[in-house]
């Protein structure tokens, strides 16, 4: 059965850095998505994108957050300069449509050190 | 703005028993679906059920089932005949216009022996 993976599983990082959270949706997917999960909070939602853009995104999705698709089956989440309050799960999510079941990644645990 | 509120942080339920899990919403909008997912310990998370809410039958899969109650804006999740490997924890979610899901807080489900 296709499923979304993420790459790496466990992500560790200096405060200030630069990280690159990657992703494989499933392939006749065109809606990815990505959402986090600070420790013992709410999962939230970032960022969708469908055709090569930003379709929708949240207040937390600021000027550090980028996302690429950079080739045809990787979708990238990118934090320009880490901070503490970035240290989180991150999930990405996949769906065929917009309507459609979104399909979730296990995640990558980002810590900022 | 929309939101999710779960108000059962954690519940346990004897295997082969049932157990019902609570989650409430608003929002403005008529036209939503509500989901549940499900977070095992591996963390991946996985759909168990949708209700659309212009549907007034509920939802139902296998051994799960929804009490949707749309005046109420209420949504629970009922689980029959609970199996060890039920336990997890579990998500209500919103999804109005736009692709973007609101969760509620999640319920840790225990299942014993």
């Known amino acids: 059965e296709p499923e979304v993976t993420q790459t790496p599983s466990h992500q560790v990082t200096q405060m200030g850095q630069e990280v690159i959270l990657r992703c494989v949706p499933i392939s006749n997917h065109l809606y990815f998505y990505w959402y986090r999960q600070i420790l013992g909070q709410k999962v939230e939602f970032l960022v969708s994108?469908?055709?090569?853009?930003?379709?929708?995104k949240s207040e937390i999705f600021d000027d550090q957050f980028s996302v690429e698709r950079p080739d045809g089956s990787n979708f990238t989440l990118k934090i320009r300069s880490t901070k503490l309050e970035d240290s989180a799960m991150y999930f990405c999510?996949?769906?065929?449509?917009?309507?459609?079941?979104?399909?979730f990644g296990p995640g990558t645990r980002l810590t900022v050190l | 703005a929309q939101t999710v509120t779960q108000s059962q942080p954690e519940m346990s339920v004897q295997e082969a028993e049932t157990v019902t899990l609570s989650c409430t919403y608003d929002t403005s909008e008529s036209d939503y679906y509500l989901f549940w997912y499900k977070q095992p310990p591996s963390r991946q998370m996985i759909l168990v059920i949708r209700q659309e809410a212009y549907k007034q039958q509920n939802a139902t899969e296998n051994r799960f089932s929804v009490n949707f109650q749309k005046a109420a804006k209420s949504f629970s999740l009922k689980i029959s005949d609970s199996q060890l490997g039920d336990a997890a924890m579990y998500f209500c979610?919103?999804?109005?216009?736009?692709?973007?899901?609101?969760f509620g807080e999640g319920t840790q489900l225990t299942v014993n022996p």
């Open positions: 994108f469908y055709n090569n853009e930003i379709s929708e």
């Open positions: 979610a919103l999804r109005t216009s736009g692709s973007r899901l609101t």
């Open positions: 999510a996949s769906s065929r449509d917009s309507d459609n079941e979104q399909f």
